[in-house]
């Protein structure tokens, strides 16, 4: 697990089908060292400033397999979370 990074979610948030704006998200391993593990994040805010924070997500794990030009992923976000990287 030390150089995987596993993401498991649900295509489901709470709310009404398909919404992204509250679903559970795990991230398992630490892909050597570029993720800080052993937390626990609670999203706050309206559903879209929820949303923005699992495609930021997405665009973090984009930019660690090379892919840094992409900031952008889905249609309400921009950027990595700086916190998440180790």
Do not use: Y
């Not at 596993?6 to 993720?35: D, Q, R, Y």
């Amino acid at each position: 697990m030390d150089s995987t990074l596993l993401l498991w979610t649900s295509e489901f948030g709470s709310g009404g089908p398909h919404t992204n704006g509250n679903l559970p998200v795990i991230l398992a391993g630490n892909a050597c060292g570029s993720f800080v593990t052993g937390r626990h994040f609670e999203a706050t805010g309206d559903r879209n400033a929820k949303a923005r924070v699992m495609h930021q997500i997405m665009v973090s794990m984009i930019h660690h397999m090379g892919l840094t030009h992409i900031d952008a992923f889905g249609n309400t976000a921009t950027g990595p979370l700086d916190w998440l990287r180790g």
